[in-house]
């Protein structure tokens, strides 16, 4: 089996000298932390387009069923969608002084803020999960329970319950992949605590803190889309 | 390390300006402003992702290289909307002009 890069014995004494986290394929830290920066940004601009297809099919069926999407955003509680906005970007704030504490060469910080950037992500998905959950109390889940009654059924039915369905098949699908993209974050996340506690990181060397650290936050703007789009279409007065 | 080392008061200011905006994207879904709603809404979706992508991502600091990459993966983003929007709401308008049909030769298949 292949040793990771960060394990493997850096053979030329000068590099050795500079930091055991340097691989051999650079020339210096720098180089391989431009290089780590650009390899991560590269495979954002991949995940704006996994995203944009379901944002692009989610403005045409928008524009098709304005109406039953509009009914449909108001069976959600913006409350929770609200909430859960703040939570996130909070999870945001502890994992940029993650980074900080990083660079700073503060292992005590670092740790600490990276489980608390655990334990906000950990709030939203409990939240998602409680909102879910709701969807089958309910009954607004398609497919598997779409049998809206009541105030829901009031909301629904002016934009057609067919139509309404979509708009919970475009509910269900862009909020599960990006708790999915949440989850993977907080496996990465307690990899990194792990590293950490290990002594791995040192103020020149931190890139996969950094590394994370983006695809944090990356996650964190599709949900700033993800709240005005699902939650608040079409005003709610 | 090339990006240097930000006060914690700089995240600390933009965590505020981000819980700002959203408290005020949501009071402003509770106001009337007919199509307008939409575009506040995503106006200020908008500034949230700059602040974030600036400061919290850093590319306040990062160099031309990441900055052509983000504006290209932006730029393919615009393109896959507007061609799938603009195709889907021309799709209903007539193949020849009404006021043509009586003089025009008959059209293609």
Known sequence: ?237 | MSQPIVPQKTYLTVFVCLIGLTILTTGVAFIDLGPFNTVAALAIAFSKMLLVVMFFMGVRHSGGLVRIILVAGFFWLALLIAFTMSDYRTRTWSATPESWSSTAPPTHP
């Open chain 1, 1 to 237: 089996m292949r040793t990771p890069l960060w394990r493997q014995p850096v053979t030329d004494a000068e590099a050795h000298a500079q930091h055991a986290g340097l691989a051999h394929q650079f020339e210096d830290l720098e180089q391989q932390q431009e290089a780590d920066a650009l390899g991560i940004w590269i495979f954002l601009v991949t995940e704006i387009m996994f995203f944009g297809g379901l944002f692009a099919a989610y403005a045409i069926y928008r524009w098709l069923y304005f109406g039953a999407f509009q009914g449909g955003s108001h069976v959600l509680d913006i409350r929770l969608g609200a909430a859960n906005t703040i939570v996130l970007l909070a999870s945001s704030l502890t994992m940029a002084l993650s980074v900080r504490s990083a660079q700073t060469g503060n292992r005590r910080a670092l740790v600490l803020f990276l489980i608390a950037t655990m334990i906000l992500g950990g709030i939203f998905l409990g939240v998602k999960a409680y909102e879910y959950d709701q969807k089958f109390v309910e009954h607004v889940v398609p497919s598997l329970d779409w049998a809206p009654e009541g105030e829901t059924l009031a909301l629904l039915a002016p934009g057609g319950l067919g139509h309404a369905q979509i708009y919970f098949f475009f509910y269900f699908a862009m909020t599960g992949l990006h708790a999915l993209h949440m989850i993977i974050g907080m496996g990465l996340l307690l990899w990194l605590v792990f590293r950490a506690q290990k002594y791995s990181f040192t103020p020149h060397y931190f890139a996969p803190v950094e590394v994370v650290g983006l695809y944090w936050h990356f996650v964190d703007i599709v949900w700033i889309f993800l709240f005005p789009l699902l939650y608040l279409i079409g005003g709610r007065y």
